[in-house]
């Protein structure tokens, strides 16, 4: 079955860098555009950064340009989102998504 497995969450201060990575299985990684999104509390979710089948494509939310890139290893199904210069305001749960699929998520917090 599709599986979508995010890690690399944790709590760290602000200013700091984290980065995340989905890995994917069940589903034909590699033709299928990917991306990330996040969900604070209280708030929809939002699209973070994507990135097309390739890799050659991104794009970001604006709140997040310069400071996160998306990346991807078509080789081992893996979606990465290096965060750096972390703000409080990029607190919330982390989700990759491909195609229809949701993975579960990872908590992202940044202390001030």
């Known amino acids: 079955q599709v599986q979508l497995v995010e890690s690399g969450g944790g709590l760290v201060q602000a200013g700091a860098s984290l980065r995340l990575s989905c890995a994917a299985s069940?589903?034909?990684?590699?033709?299928?555009?990917m991306s990330w999104h996040r969900q604070a509390p209280g708030k929809e979710r939002e699209l973070v950064a994507a990135i097309s089948s390739t890799g050659g494509n991104t794009n970001y939310a604006d709140s997040v340009k310069g400071r996160f890139t998306i990346s991807r290893d078509n080789v081992k199904n893996t979606v990465y989102l290096q965060m750096n210069s972390l703000k409080p305001e990029d607190t919330a749960v982390y989700y990759c998504?491909?195609?229809?699929?949701w993975g579960q998520g990872t908590q992202v917090t940044v202390s001030s």
């Open positions: 069940g589903f034909t990684f590699s033709t299928y555009a």
């Open positions: 998504k491909g195609y229809i699929y």
